[in-house]
Nanobody
Protein backbone atom coordinates (compact mmCIF):
# COMPACT_ATOMS: atom_id res chain seq x y z
CA UNK A 1 0.00 0.00 0.00
CA UNK A 2 1.25 3.47 -0.91
CA UNK A 3 -0.41 6.70 0.16
CA UNK A 4 0.14 9.72 -2.07
CA UNK A 5 -0.58 13.36 -1.28
CA UNK A 6 -0.22 16.09 -3.88
CA UNK A 7 0.36 19.76 -3.17
CA UNK A 8 1.41 22.89 -5.01
CA UNK A 9 -1.56 23.51 -7.25
CA UNK A 10 -3.13 26.91 -7.63
CA UNK A 11 -4.06 29.75 -9.94
CA UNK A 12 -1.41 31.15 -12.26
CA UNK A 13 -1.38 33.37 -15.34
CA UNK A 14 -0.46 32.00 -18.73
CA UNK A 15 3.29 31.83 -19.08
CA UNK A 16 3.78 31.30 -15.39
CA UNK A 17 5.15 28.34 -13.45
CA UNK A 18 4.05 25.97 -10.73
CA UNK A 19 5.78 23.10 -8.97
CA UNK A 20 3.65 20.18 -7.87
CA UNK A 21 4.82 17.84 -5.14
CA UNK A 22 3.77 14.27 -4.38
CA UNK A 23 4.58 13.03 -0.90
CA UNK A 24 4.48 9.26 -0.47
CA UNK A 25 3.99 7.15 2.64
CA UNK A 26 3.76 3.44 3.13
CA UNK A 27 5.82 0.88 1.31
CA UNK A 28 9.23 1.73 -0.07
CA UNK A 29 8.65 4.60 -2.43
CA UNK A 30 11.85 4.05 -4.33
CA UNK A 31 10.68 0.78 -5.93
CA UNK A 32 7.74 2.43 -7.67
CA UNK A 33 7.51 4.22 -10.97
CA UNK A 34 5.98 7.64 -10.33
CA UNK A 35 3.57 9.28 -12.71
CA UNK A 36 1.52 12.43 -13.12
CA UNK A 37 -1.87 12.47 -14.81
CA UNK A 38 -4.42 15.23 -15.31
CA UNK A 39 -8.12 15.53 -15.90
CA UNK A 40 -9.73 18.62 -17.36
CA UNK A 41 -13.47 19.29 -17.01
CA UNK A 42 -15.47 17.08 -19.35
CA UNK A 43 -12.40 15.13 -20.45
CA UNK A 44 -10.86 11.81 -19.59
CA UNK A 45 -7.85 11.54 -17.34
CA UNK A 46 -4.67 11.67 -19.41
CA UNK A 47 -1.07 10.70 -18.88
CA UNK A 48 1.31 13.63 -18.43
CA UNK A 49 4.68 12.18 -17.43
CA UNK A 50 6.36 9.37 -15.55
CA UNK A 51 9.76 8.63 -14.07
CA UNK A 52 11.43 5.32 -13.28
CA UNK A 53 12.30 4.24 -9.76
CA UNK A 54 15.90 5.38 -10.21
CA UNK A 55 15.01 8.62 -11.94
CA UNK A 56 17.04 7.56 -14.94
CA UNK A 57 14.14 7.28 -17.36
CA UNK A 58 11.38 9.78 -18.01
CA UNK A 59 8.52 10.05 -20.46
CA UNK A 60 6.22 12.93 -21.35
CA UNK A 61 3.09 13.47 -23.36
CA UNK A 62 3.94 15.53 -26.44
CA UNK A 63 1.90 18.53 -25.32
CA UNK A 64 4.14 19.19 -22.29
CA UNK A 65 7.55 18.28 -23.67
CA UNK A 66 10.02 21.10 -23.15
CA UNK A 67 7.76 22.80 -20.60
CA UNK A 68 7.29 20.24 -17.79
CA UNK A 69 9.96 18.34 -15.89
CA UNK A 70 9.30 15.33 -13.69
CA UNK A 71 11.75 14.43 -10.95
CA UNK A 72 11.93 12.55 -7.68
CA UNK A 73 13.89 12.49 -4.44
CA UNK A 74 13.74 8.98 -3.03
CA UNK A 75 15.46 10.05 0.18
CA UNK A 76 12.49 12.35 0.83
CA UNK A 77 9.85 9.98 -0.58
CA UNK A 78 8.70 12.82 -2.79
CA UNK A 79 8.11 13.35 -6.47
CA UNK A 80 7.81 16.62 -8.34
CA UNK A 81 6.37 18.08 -11.50
CA UNK A 82 7.88 21.42 -12.49
CA UNK A 83 5.53 23.16 -14.90
CA UNK A 84 6.81 26.15 -16.87
CA UNK A 85 5.30 28.23 -19.65
CA UNK A 86 1.85 27.20 -18.54
CA UNK A 87 -1.04 27.52 -20.95
CA UNK A 88 -4.79 27.77 -20.31
CA UNK A 89 -5.15 24.28 -21.79
CA UNK A 90 -3.03 22.95 -18.92
CA UNK A 91 -5.92 23.70 -16.56
CA UNK A 92 -6.93 20.45 -14.87
CA UNK A 93 -6.85 18.44 -11.69
CA UNK A 94 -3.39 16.89 -11.50
CA UNK A 95 -3.00 13.46 -9.94
CA UNK A 96 0.09 11.71 -8.72
CA UNK A 97 0.25 7.95 -9.24
CA UNK A 98 2.61 5.11 -8.40
CA UNK A 99 2.99 1.64 -9.87
CA UNK A 100 5.43 -1.21 -9.61
CA UNK A 101 8.14 -1.35 -12.24
CA UNK A 102 7.06 -3.49 -15.17
CA UNK A 103 3.34 -2.98 -14.65
CA UNK A 104 1.21 -0.69 -16.77
CA UNK A 105 -0.84 2.27 -15.54
CA UNK A 106 -4.17 0.41 -15.48
CA UNK A 107 -4.38 0.11 -11.70
CA UNK A 108 -1.90 2.34 -9.87
CA UNK A 109 -2.05 3.95 -6.45
CA UNK A 110 -3.60 7.41 -6.79
CA UNK A 111 -3.35 10.63 -4.86
CA UNK A 112 -6.38 12.83 -4.25
CA UNK A 113 -5.44 15.41 -6.87
CA UNK A 114 -4.57 19.09 -6.85
CA UNK A 115 -6.23 21.78 -8.97
CA UNK A 116 -4.16 23.78 -11.45
CA UNK A 117 -5.86 26.72 -13.11
CA UNK A 118 -4.12 28.77 -15.78
CA UNK A 119 -5.76 32.07 -16.69
CA UNK A 120 -5.33 33.71 -20.08
Amino acid sequence: QVQLVESGGGLVQAGGSLRLSCAAAGRTFSIYTLGWFRQAPGKEREFVADISWSGGSTRYVDSVKGRFTISRDNAKNTGYLQMNSLKPEDTAVYYCAAKRTGENWSNPYWGQGTQVTVSS
